[in-house]
């Protein structure tokens, strides 16, 4: 690895060290031509992921974007089409109801195709020269929706009037790919950058999670007109991975904004309303009879499931077209103000995002995450883990929560079932950090941080960005933002923050020998996060328990080895 090859210039800093030793691109015999032109082609496009080189465009806010996209996915349809189909007969047909702004396709079992229109009014004329099908043996129940099917009255037979029709990719590089452009890279730095343009939403995903809510909130509006179903967690928090369910959050309380609440001379008027006991009863029989309608009426919504007793009340389904697991809650106002508050900290500093999405991934690689509930850490406690990781650098790289809320204006002030949620939502207001170490670093002391963390008595704390005693017996403590006597990883067993424990000073090792071996010879042994990433980590781990001392034991020696021998050598440089 004679890029890394790098031990006469410890002096330097490492960033600069970095691009005066380049690491050729796909100078290792196992890259692929046809990668590395990939891997250069996204580099051309896509500009959004370099570490230290800040993004001058101006940060939109979270509400600006939310109403945006909603108002975008309004306006757009949905069309299961024959596979094939000539691109641009099927536009030609389609502009007849009004100008298209925008339009992909895409495969999930078929062809789809997401059509934005100009006009919201496109829509209805398209609705209205479309029919329900008769369906022979079956019966058809009958729903205007904007998900439509396109028939071919005469298969197409010329070849000539097929244009081939690029779809675009709904889903994340295989592993063996993902392995090929890590080891393709030029630093470390580069591969978490790679890493997070692989695997981040694609501008066409998030259109179609923002159109699967907008047709989910078509069929809740048969029960609750001028009702809002709104995405929330990672598909708008920035830290969604291509393939990440879609949790959504059916808003009732738009019904009320459009009540002026006149009061006129003596009079005021209230709706009539049926009672429950509890604000709990009343989330589950709005989302009981909301699951009932998704399950009989929800064109493309199958294997629906209401989860009614959980601490969340929730309906799971499946969307069929759009391919997303979909999680339907209400009244859970505070999880999309989290939301807000994770977008805002993955726009603060471009580092933020590559690094969570390299946890987020070697978290997965490893088994220490699961799309199944169960003792395992979730993905949101491993991000929030990162933020306050992030908020103790120094200078840190992330502001705490209550330094946000100290330069909140009066419109930012939210208060939530009491909770105070309140924090600055202008990017203008918060000064960037001052602090420039490199992924790479940032990665490595990560993993050292929290391999040596007392997670026995201290609880971390993104508010003020501080450790604090543990105010519960949980193995992990990681105190709930804006919920705060709550904590957020109350489900993690024992074993298994052990697991993330050992796992994290065995990857801290790894980096650090990987530093040690730089004038080693080069060979095409993964390397850098890669390394990180092979499932080997966890058995040779799981092997070396079984011998000797624990793993963890003689990690911690290692590294305390290794550092008490950093210390020694900057003492020399320094002397
Ligand atoms: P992935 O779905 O795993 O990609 O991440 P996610 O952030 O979407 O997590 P998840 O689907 O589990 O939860 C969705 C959102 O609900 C999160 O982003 C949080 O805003 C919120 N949330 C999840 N777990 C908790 C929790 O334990 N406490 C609180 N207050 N909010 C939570
Ligand atoms: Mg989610």
Known sequence: MAARGLGLLTSLPLR?????????????LSCPGTVAAAVGREEQSSGRAETGSEDRTPKKRFSEVQKERREQAQRTVLIHCPNKISEKKFLKYLSQHGSINNHFFYESFGLYAVVEFSQKESVASLQNVTRTPSLGTEAAIPFRSRYFNLKLK???NQTSEQSSIRCRNQSSPSSKKLFELLCCAESVDDQLNTLLREFELTEENTKLRYLTCSLIEDVAAAYFPDCTVRPFGSSVNSFGK???????????????????????????????????????????????????????????????????????????????ASGFQCDLTTNNRIALKSSELLYMYGALDSRVRALVFSIRC???????TSSIPGAWITNFSLTVMVIFFLQRRSPPILPTLDYLKTLADAEDKCI??????????????IKPS??????????????????????????????????????????LHIQNPFETS????????????????????????????????????????????????????????????????????????LLESIKSESTENSTATNG
């Not at 003596?266 to 309303?273: A, G, I, K």
């Not at 939530?416 to 207001?429: A, L």
């Not at 050292?448 to 704390?461: D, L, Q, R, V």
Request: hydrophobic share 35%; charged share 25%.
């Open 16 to 28: 600069a060290r970095r691009s005066q030793v380049q690491r050729p691109l796909c100078r290792l």
């Open 154 to 156: 005469t298969p197409l």
């Open 242 to 320: 291509l393939g990440c369910d879609l949790d959504m959050f059916l808003d009732l309380d738009e019904i009320e904004k459009f009540s002026t609440h006149k009061v006129s001379g003596n009079f005021l008027m209230e709706f009539q309303v049926k009672n429950v006991p509890s604000e709990r009863i009343a989330t589950q029989k709005i989302l009981s009879v909301v699951g009932e309608c998704l399950d009989h009426f929800g064109p493309g919504c199958v294997g629906v499931q209401k989860i009614l007793n959980a601490r969340c009340p929730l309906v799971r389904f499946s969307h069929q």
């Open 362 to 368: 070697w978290a997965r690689a490893h088994s220490l």
């Open 416 to 429: 939530i079932e009491g909770h105070n949620c309140t924090f600055v939502r202008d990017f203008n207001r």
């Open 434 to 475: 001052g602090n420039s170490e490199t992924l790479e670093l940032l990665l490595k002391e990560f993993f050292e941080y929290f391999g040596n963390f007392a997670f026995n008595k201290n609880s971390i704390n993104i508010r003020q960005g501080r450790e604090q005693n543990k105010p519960e017996s949980s193995p």
């Open 486 to 557: 709550l904590n957020i990883s109350k489900n993690v067993s024992q074993s298994q923050l052990q697991k993330f424990v050992d796992l994290a000073r065995e990857s801290a090792w790894i980096l650090h020998q990987e530093d040690k071996d730089r004038l080693s010879p080069s060979n095409n042994q993964p390397w850098g996060l890669a390394a990180l990433l092979l499932p080997s980590v966890a058995n040779s781990m799981s092997l070396a328990k079984k011998k000797k001392k624990p793993a963890s034991e003689r990690i911690k020696n």
